[in-house]
């Protein structure tokens, strides 16, 4: 039963017991923070603290910012509140030619041509982005800013607005411009201390004979923190890219107060079309080789040259003492994974004593290397490292992997992410691969409730077989799982054993044993229609069976996937209506105890929507979409199967295949 405040009640309440509540309230559910502020002076004057501890600007052009600086310098004044903003962070696109109020585009954010998804912004907002392989790519495709530039007085808002702000910890900066020359000297000359979080790093003057004296100002300023670098081997200019190398050099002690670095190394449109040897690298004036630095966070994420072999995990051992790191990501999800020969060597050679959260990709070495032979590198890995308490592992997955893990770091583990994944292509072999991605059943979630006591946020896949027993029995076994507050549940669409599994045989009959134009029988579509079409009553039915025992779940991301996807690539027949059918679906509990409030909201709805319009989602009213829930579905629910029919009447003419 929640406790009743009168107002009178809460304003005789002590200053430090009502920031405790507004503290608590900032952490677990933040607009009822807001509210709180309301309630009556002595509550707002509690609330300032934390709802002005983080400041984040979405930069545009110089007149909006000028504005929008103003704005909150205004706000801060009238609640005394300046003194509590802690952290700032700095995001967009510092437009210097945009008119202003002219509307933007993604350019605005992402101006070198990164097409980010709104998929992996929304379901994975935890993974660093790899940009797609394709794209163009220029290292040294702009001239170094400088001090008291037109550039760099654009930002004199922000620098005059920080000035003002004396307790400030951490800028953190995410803005595709060169970071500005006068907003470092602020830094250093008014906030030595803060932490500078540079996400969009890079040098652009490394082929130089000597780099200019601001860029290696910036890169060893003893505020820098962290840094997030994009490189490659060799630009689409056909230059070769050093931003890597230097990196590990700044890591090894030119940058002393460097503890958290991100590498995502890709292969750019173009970036191949020189065969000449890559040029020696000559190093950063004043690095001692020899010297090792101590980073507490490394992730080494996406693919390219010399990417995830033995020798580059040995390289970077040389720059940083793996015994300090806490966090480590070792390839990621969407990227080039590492194979049985690079977890071997790892194992066998490195330690990470103090290591906590593990995220890897995982990859097959070869077609022809069978499931024993890749189980046998991948148990050995993730039993050499210490126990964790955060691991995410994406890519090829084995019943006796998740054994070894479980074994090994169940009780410790308050984050699981298992997100099985196999190669649908057979490769440059061109043998048919066998391998069908691991799915969790009941019995593997009893398993991890068992061992991972102390589990709070879990990520698995989930076959979906129409609603069936079976698979609701599969969410109801997630309620077993006491402590766990948010759960991240892939619904797997696919069929792979349509191509892998030669002894296969559906249980179609009738129409559905029919072969449609791309080779498949018809009962392969109607499931696929049928598994993939997850709307919002399906979605919240998900969450009534899992809540209905377990009382803790806060929050649940469903992520649809891998309708049309037999085993052998995705097949075009009823793209557009798959797609249009395919929503995920985020689902958050207000946190009250006396009545349960969901936020619902589907995932990457604007990128359904823009795709719909362009005709490249399924052409039908929205009226005729199937409303249903996991324990009443029915093929035969009159809409729904005239529905069904008219996706198989277009997919038989093939005007699905156009759509």
């Known amino acids: 039963m929640a406790t009743k405040f009168t107002k009178a009640g809460l304003c005789r309440l002590p200053l430090e017991i009502l920031q405790q509540v507004a503290g608590y309230l900032a952490e677990v559910y933040r607009p009822s923070l807001c509210a709180f502020s309301l309630t009556s002076r002595s509550c707002h004057q509690a609330s300032t603290l934390f709802i002005f501890r983080q400041i984040h600007l979405n930069v545009r052009t110089r007149e909006e910012l000028q504005l929008d600086v103003e704005s909150l310098a205004t706000a801060l004044s009238r609640t005394d509140s300046v003194r509590h903003v802690h952290s700032l962070a700095l ?15 993604w350019r605005d954010v992402d101006p070198l041509g ?15 982005q ?34 003002t702000l004396p307790s400030l910890q951490k800028l953190i900066y995410n803005c595709p411009n060169q970071f500005p020359p006068s907003l470092l000297d602020t830094l250093h000359a008014r906030h030595p201390q803060c932490q500078l979080h540079h996400l969009t790093f890079r040098m652009r003057t490394l082929l130089w004979s000597t780099p200019y004296p601001y860029e290696m100002a910036l890169a060893t300023s003893p505020c820098l923190y962290k840094i997030k670098v994009i490189c490659t081997g060799r630009d689409s200019e056909a230059d070769d890219d050093f931003n890597q190398e230097a990196v590990m050099e700044l890591v090894a002690g030119l940058a002393p107060n460097l503890k958290e670095a991100t590498i995502v190394n890709f292969n750019p449109g173009r970036g191949g079309r020189s065969l000449r040897r890559r040029a020696k690298w000559q190093g950063l004036p004043a690095f001692a080789p020899g010297s090792v630095g101590s980073l507490t966070s490394l992730s080494l994420i996406g693919s390219g040259p010399f990417f995830w072999t033995p020798g580059y995990v040995q390289t970077w051992a040389k720059f940083t003492d793996f015994g ?3 966090r480590l990501t070792i390839a990621g999800p969407g990227a080039r994974g590492i194979d049985g020969e690079v977890m071997g060597y790892i194992s066998q050679n490195h330690t990470f004593p103090q290591l906590r959260a593990l995220s890897v990709c995982l990859e097959r070495q ?8 890749f189980t046998a590198n991948a148990v050995p890995f993730f039993t050499a490292f210490e126990p964790l308490e955060e691991l995410s592992v994406s890519g090829p997955l084995e019943p006796e992997i998740l054994d070894a893990i479980l074994h090994r770091h169940g009780r410790t583990l308050k984050k699981l992410i298992m997100r099985p994944e196999e190669v649908e ?6 043998r048919d691969r066998k391998e069908i991605p691991m799915t969790f059943t009941k019995e593997h979630v009893l398993q991890i409730q068992a061992e991972c006591p102390a ?3 879990l990520g698995v896949r989930v076959k979906r077989m129409k609603s069936s027993a079976a698979e609701v029995e599969i969410y109801r076994s997630l309620a077993k799982i006491r402590r766990l507050k948010t759960l991240f549940l892939i619904l797997d669409c696919s069929d792979w054993r349509v191509h892998r599994d030669s002894s296969y045989d559906p249980s179609f009959d009738g129409e559905d044993r029919d072969k449609l134009e791309s080779g498949y029988m018809k009962g392969h579509l109607r499931e696929a229609l049928v ?18 025992e377990g009382r803790g779940l806060e929050s649940l991301r469903l992520w649809t996937t891998g309708a049309g996807h037999f085993g052998k690539g995705q097949n075009n027949m009823a793209d557009g209506y798959l797609n249009h059918l395919s929503r995920s679906w985020l689902i958050e509990r207000v946190p009250r105890d006396d009545v349960e409030i969901l936020h619902v909201k589907e995932l990457c709805r604007s990128e359904r929507e823009a795709r719909d319009a362009s005709g490249q989602g399924a052409r039908r009213p929205k009226e005729t979409e199937p409303r249903y829930g996991i324990a009443g579905f029915c093929i035969l629910n009159h809409g729904l199967a005239l529905l069904f029919q008219m996706m198989v009447a277009a997919v038989s003419s093939g005007e699905a295949t156009k759509n």
């Open 91 to 105: 995001e967009g696109f510092l437009d210097l030619k945009k008119p202003r109020n002219e509307k933007g585009s």
């Open 114 to 128: 990164w097409w980010h998804s709104l998929e992996t912004n929304e379901i994975f907002p935890d993974d660093d």
């Open 130 to 163: 790899v940009p797609s392989g394709g794209v163009e790519y220029f290292v040294y495709d702009e001239s170094v800013i400088k001090q008291d530039s037109e550039e760099d007085l654009a930002w004199a808002p922000i620098i005059n607005f920080i000035r």
């Open 324 to 326: 300090s790191l806490r």
């Open 366 to 373: 070869d077609a022809s290397v069978e499931r024993t032979d």
């Open 425 to 430: 292509s057979p490769g440059f072999t061109g």
């Open 455 to 457: 589990l709070e946020d």
């Open 531 to 548: 598994n993939c079409a997850v709307d919002e009553t399906l979605a919240r039915s998900i969450w009534g069976t899992i809540r209905e």
